[in-house]
């Protein structure tokens, strides 16, 4: 099975912020602070999303827009696309 990891990054495919997407363990506390730097780096301006990266599949489950999360994916959604 591949490595689990949570990745931050603009949500706009053009990244006109310049931030590199932040990449943290796919533990727990990986998701913890993911999920904080997305929040923070969101304020700056730029929305962010989470998305969890398993080898080649990928799955957004968090947008933030200034500071807050104004989209969550479900946990049907995310365990339906991952195939659990």
């Known amino acids: ?21 932040g990449t943290f363990p796919g533990t727990l506390q ?3 602070d993911a999920l904080t730097a997305a ?12 998305t969890i990266v398993e080898g080649k599949r990928k799955q957004v489950i968090r947008r933030f827009e200034e500071g807050r999360e104004v989209w969550s994916a479900s946990r ?3 365990y339906g696309e ?3």
Request: charged share 30%.
């Open 1 to 21: 099975m591949p490595e689990k990891t949570y990745v931050v990054q603009d949500a706009d495919k053009r990244g006109e912020s310049g931030t590199q997407p």
């Open 30 to 32: 990986g998701l913890v």
């Open 39 to 50: 929040r923070y780096r969101s304020a700056a301006g730029t929305p962010k999303t989470v």
């Open 76 to 78: 049907a959604e995310i």
């Open 82 to 84: 991952r195939g659990s």
